[in-house]
């Protein structure tokens, strides 16, 4: 089954850095283009950054400069290095990918994990 476990989060400093892993099982992960999100409560779930099976990137204009996505294939792994935290970084951060059942393209998540940036 597929499965999305994230690592890494807690609580951090304004202006510090965390890093979070998500370790994927379950499916081609080497195939898969895979996303890191993050939801603050009561709000929607938004797309932070987005990595392709080869490495590309895109990472949303909010973050651009300070997060920065990457992957192992060999280790099944993807990472999201945050730098330069502030207060409204605060979420819980979800690891993402979509995946084909049949003809139809499905998402899957994590548990996400809690990042809190505070003094």
């Known amino acids: 089954q597929v499965q999305l476990v994230e690592s890494g989060g807690g609580l951090v400093q304004p202006g510090g850095s965390l890093r979070l892993s998500c370790a994927a099982s379950?499916?081609?992960?080497?195939?898969?283009?895979m996303n890191w999100y993050r939801q603050i409560p009561g709000s929607e779930r938004v797309k932070l950054a987005t990595i392709s099976p080869t490495g590309a990137t895109d990472v949303a204009d909010d973050v651009k400069g300070r997060f920065t996505i990457s992957r192992d294939n060999a280790k099944n792994t993807v990472d999201l290095q945050m730098n330069g935290l502030r207060p409204e970084d605060t979420a819980v951060y979800y690891c993402?990918?979509?995946?084909?059942?049949?003809?139809?393209?499905?998402?899957?998540w994590g548990q996400g994990t809690q990042v809190t940036v505070s003094s």
């Open positions: 379950g499916f081609t992960f080497s195939n898969s283009a």
């Open positions: 993402n990918t979509f995946l084909s059942i049949l003809t139809t393209r499905r998402p899957y």
